[in-house]
């Protein structure tokens, strides 16, 4: 057995424990990302193996954290992928103003820079005070920071290029203030926005959703857990209602792909048929 | 003797001249699959794939998730995600911050590759302006796999095979127009493994 596969087996044992011990299963995780963000943890830390790091895993929480926020954390952007969201403000926004209120589940929004991106978005669009958003995490500590929605100023530059990109129609400056080193998020773009813990591998759906995000999650899962996820988040929408998944993730070859059409042609953002 | 089972190429400035050359001359029925990671702009859309694949004999395509490795194929890290193996041999796209500057970054997929492969890898490094690939080629050659760089002398830009050469020693250095022969031998059943590469820059 090579070095490298007594690491799998060690992995494998310790989420085995994890599992057991604080309910968190990552046993349907992708093996490479997994191992890759579990190798940068055990790098960081004093122990020198996986098997020497389980021990105290196993029996102190607050490492279990560490490792916890360090296996699960999605990194994201504001406006990231802008043609996605201009093709939301161009095709998808003109549907949701046909009703007279709208729910939205963002599903794994980290620390919510898209949460924000899409409350901008639907208040550009005149859907002020017309929406709730349900943006969910596995991880508690993530979704405290996302609900202050206090990012570094040193994204701000970027952020804004993409908000532009994806067809913003005022100045972005105007949805911070800048702070010493952080940029705040404007208030009004967190009064109709949720941050609730959810976990997709164990938890159970949202009812009657007009739209599900849940972008660049899914890659993360093993085949089985995709198909979980997907089965929730079609359980979780209305007819009519919109699947947006990242410029990567596809409905073909899934089992409910027949229910839904790409809205664009690589746009990834799916309607659900009626009937 | 080793049986390769894919081939991994990391590239930076001056990729797509180097990828036209390389990728050009591989015949349609290459044995092995080929991973690449070219550093690109995170808004450049498939266009690269699309361009290669017209010029090139060898079917050229962006990875997809969840996508299984075939011979004959060559997979390009799509813009802003990097590019993982997995164990079963299929492929898997990460969001996960860019690793030395880069997303798609060489290192993670060399990484991967070194783990799932073994010593049936072969690790590829051609032009660029920086490091990335490095931690890739050493992951590599302590799998077993080989490890192959292109000549500085002969790369639009030194760096990146530079720093390859300094973080390991490699199996072949070769310029770009000697890099498709020799990866067909390689793939042909490993005649041509180890001591016979060109010139010596360990």
Redesign the interface.
């Known amino acids: 057995m090579t070095a490298d596969e007594l690491v799998d087996v060690e992995i494998r044992l310790l989420l085995e424990g994890l599992q057991q011990v604080y309910g968190y299963d990552f046993r349907d995780y992708a093996d490479a990302s997994i191992k890759r963000r579990l190798t940068q943890w055990l790098a960081e830390s004093p122990f020198e193996t996986f098997s020497q790091a389980q021990s105290r895993l196993l029996r102190e929480p607050e490492l279990f954290v560490s490792l916890l926020q360090g296996i699960t954390v999605n990194v994201t952007d504001m406006f990231r992928d802008p043609s996605f969201f201009r093709t939301l403000r161009e095709q998808v926004i003109p549907f949701l103003k046909t009703y007279p209120f709208v729910k939205i589940w963002h599903a794994g929004c980290a620390s919510g820079e898209e949460a924000y991106s899409m409350a901008i978005l639907l208040n550009e669009e005149g859907m002020a005070g017309r929406y709730r958003m349900y943006a969910t995490d596995i991880d508690e500590a993530v979704l405290a920071k996302a609900a202050q929605g206090v990012m570094p100023i040193t994204e701000m530059q970027r952020y804004t290029r993409n908000y532009q990109k994806s067809g913003g129609t005022a100045s972005f400056a105007d949805y911070y203030t800048a702070r010493y080193d952080r940029a705040i998020l404007a208030a009004n773009l967190k009064k109709d926005i949720v941050f609730a813990p959810h976990n997709l591998v164990a938890d159970a759906e949202f009812g009657e959703m007009n739209m599900v995000l849940c972008r660049n999650v899914m890659i993360y899962f093993k085949p089985a857990l995709k198909e979980r996820c997907l089965r929730l988040f079609d359980n979780s929408l209305l007819p009519g209602g919109f699947l947006c998944l990242g410029l990567k993730e596809t409905l073909e070859r899934r089992k409910m792909g027949d229910h839904y059409d790409e809205l664009v042609p690589g746009s990834r953002i799916y309607r659900k048929r009626y009937g | 003797m080793a049986k390769f089972r894919a081939v991994v190429i990391g590239v930076s400035s001056g990729g797509v001249q180097a990828l036209k050359l390389l990728l050009g001359e591989l015949p349609a029925d290459f044995p092995l699959p080929v991973l690449i990671v070219q550093h690109i702009s995170p808004?450049a859309g498939n266009g690269m794939a699309k361009l290669l694949n017209n010029l090139c004999a060898i079917h050229v395509k962006e990875a997809?998730?969840?996508e299984p490795v075939v011979p004959a194929t060559v997979y390009l890290a799509?813009p802003?995600?990097h590019l993982?193996?997995?164990?079963d041999g299929f492929l898997?796209?990460?969001?996960?911050?860019p690793v030395s500057f880069a997303r798609p970054s060489v290192d993670?997929l060399f990484?991967?590759a070194?783990?799932?492969f073994?010593e049936g890898l072969i690790g590829v490094i051609l032009t660029g302006a920086n490091y990335d690939g490095s931690r890739g080629v050493q992951a590599i050659k302590?799998?077993?796999g080989i490890v192959v760089v292109q000549d500085p002398d002969d790369a639009e830009t030194p760096q990146m095979p530079l720093a390859a050469l300094a973080a390991t020693e490699a199996d072949h250095v070769v310029a770009l127009a000697d890099m498709a022969a020799l990866l067909q031998s390689l793939a042909g059943g490993g005649a041509a493994r180890r001591g016979r590469s060109t010139t010596s820059h360990a």
Do not use: I, K, T
């Not at chain 2, 993982?84 to 164990?87: D, G, N, P, W």
């Open positions: 808004d997809d998730e969840q799509p802003n995600y993982l193996v997995e164990r898997s796209l990460s969001a996960d911050p993670v990484e991967s070194a783990a799932v073994g302590q799998n077993g």
